[in-house]
């Protein structure tokens, strides 16, 4: 089976990692379950994989020559993340804010930006029986994850940008973060499949509205898992699915 399957929620504490672990565990075939989950990665915890690899995740950021800097503040002008500021004629980075777009460095009229590399986290793989685990760990006090979820996920790809070097050609799950943000987007976007894991509770429901909406606007095929479906009003999510037209895939007691 060559498929990508994302597993996400519009909240936290779903059962969403549950759900991955467990279709990667009854994989009758080599699967790639890959930890998108980078601020808090914790399949790792019941995988145990044995020996990990592991690289360090990067991204650019403009490095400033003062001594060729004459302060004219075009770089600050044209960041459009605020990331750079002009105090007393010399540029300064706030390097949490950079987007690491590279728009500062060509518009310098003096050729004093160069590109340099900042760490973010650490992309890991190891391998337990027939799952290769990979997951990131994204540094204590960062802001952006996507850069390193797409490093997790370039493990997928051929040559330098796979964490193994190889082509993979089988089936992909995907633990995605919690919530609708540009982490859960960064994860799930190009996968062939996204499983909304939810709970029948009107926090659930409101959460998974807004997945669906998320789903619906990346253009991804999507159906519902309601986790621990005897505790809350199962008819919440059974009557939202059938008035959307969204396949309610099971219902898991707890």
Request: charged share 20%; glycine share 10%.
């Amino acid at each position: 089976m060559n498929a990508t399957i994302a597993i996400a929620s519009g909240k936290g504490g779903t059962g969403k990692t549950t759900v991955a672990l467990n279709l990667a565990a009854v994989a009758d075939q080599p699967v790639k379950l890959l930890d998108c989950d980078v601020e808090a990665p914790n399949d790792h915890l019941f995988i145990k994989p044995g020996r990990v690899e592991e690289r360090v995740s990067m991204v650019m950021i403009p490095e400033f020559d003062q001594e060729r800097c004459d302060g004219c503040g075009r770089c600050k002008q044209h960041c459009r993340f605020n990331a750079i500021a002009v105090l007393g004629g010399k540029p300064m980075l706030f390097p949490e804010l950079c987007h690491s777009c590279g728009a500062c460095v060509p518009v310098c009229p003096r050729g004093a930006i160069s590109e340099a590399q900042r760490s973010i986290g650490v992309a890991r793989r190891g391998t337990k029986d027939h799952i290769s685990l990979i997951y990131g760990v994204l540094d204590v006090g960062e802001a952006k994850s996507p850069p390193l979820i797409g490093d997790v996920k370039s493990a997928l790809k051929d040559g330098a940008e796979g964490i193994d070097g190889q082509e993979w050609t089988g089936l992909t799950i995907i633990d995605a973060p919690p919530g609708t943000s540009c982490p859960v987007v960064a994860a799930v976007k190009h996968s062939d499949y996204l499983l909304l894991v939810t709970e029948p509770t009107p926090f659930g429901l409101h959460d998974l509205r807004l997945a669906v909406g998320m789903a619906q606007a990346l253009g991804l095929k999507h159906g519902v898992i309601v986790n621990r479906c005897d505790l809350g009003d199962g008819a919440l999510v059974r009557d939202f699915c059938v008035a959307n037209r969204i396949p309610l895939l099971a219902e898991l007691p707890f």
